[in-house]
Every structure is written in structure tokens, then in C-alpha cells.
Nanobody, 120 residues
Framework: QVQLVESGGGLVQAGGSLRLSCAAS????????MGWYRQAPGKQRELVAV???????NYADSVKGRFAISRDNAKNTVYLQMNSLKPEDTAVYYC??????????????WGQGTQVTVSS
């Protein structure tokens, strides 16, 4: 099993910054990628950013140039640095981890979520 513990959410004014952290523990071998999703009230969960095991990153168009995902392999932790925050970034942010076993079966794990609120 894999456990993901997020931290760093909170309330910030528009234009401000926050950094989210997600610490992974447990059976995290054969890691494929780690990333962040978010879900705003009344909306579907959407991908924010992902970092693949080789270090490649991908971002949603809405956060490109403002958010940066990074990973500390020694700490099994992924970060999401969020700058120039906008009210529309308000959502619950979820950390995810995907690993693949020797048969090619993928397993996706989710954190409990952390609230980010951006006031105008």
C-alpha cells in the first residue's frame, strides 16, 4: 500500500503564493509518476501538473507559467509551487501517485486533499 500525506494549503490573496507538499510512504517501488489534481465546487476533478519518473513535467494550460511541480526523490516528496494565484485556483488539491507492477498493471493512489482558497 501507499500513503500520501499532503500539506501546505490555506487562504491567500490573489497574486500570492503557496507551496503544497505531498510525502509518499509505503510500497512506492516501480513509480510511474506523481502529480496534483484539483476539484473546485461543482466542477470535475482536473489535472494540474504531473512529474514523470524521468523528470518530465506536464501542466494544465491554466497554470502554465505560474505553477511548478518538483520532486525530492530522497524524501519521496512532490511539491507544487503556486505563484500568481487567482481566485479561480480555489479548489481542493489532491496528490496522486501512479506505480506500475511487473505485469504492467497500474495502481493509482490519492491523498486526502488540501484546501486552497484564493481571495480576490
Amino acid at each position: 500500500q501507499v500513503q500520501l500525506v499532503e500539506s501546505g494549503g490555506g487562504l491567500v490573496q490573489a497574486g500570492g503564493s503557496l507551496r503544497l507538499s505531498c510525502a509518499a510512504s509505503g510500497s512506492i517501488f516501480s513509480l510511474k509518476n506523481m502529480g496534483w489534481y484539483r476539484q473546485a465546487p461543482g466542477k470535475q476533478r482536473e489535472l494540474v501538473a504531473v512529474i514523470i519518473s524521468g523528470g518530465t513535467t506536464n501542466y494544465a494550460d491554466s497554470v502554465k507559467g505560474r505553477f511548478a511541480i518538483s520532486r525530492d526523490n530522497a524524501k519521496n516528496t512532490v511539491y507544487l509551487q503556486m505563484n500568481s494565484l487567482k481566485p479561480e485556483d480555489t479548489a481542493v488539491y489532491y496528490c496522486t501517485l501512479v506505480r506500475r507492477d511487473s505485469r504492467g498493471v497500474e495502481y493509482t493512489y490519492w491523498g486526502q486533499g488540501t484546501q486552497v482558497t484564493v481571495s480576490s
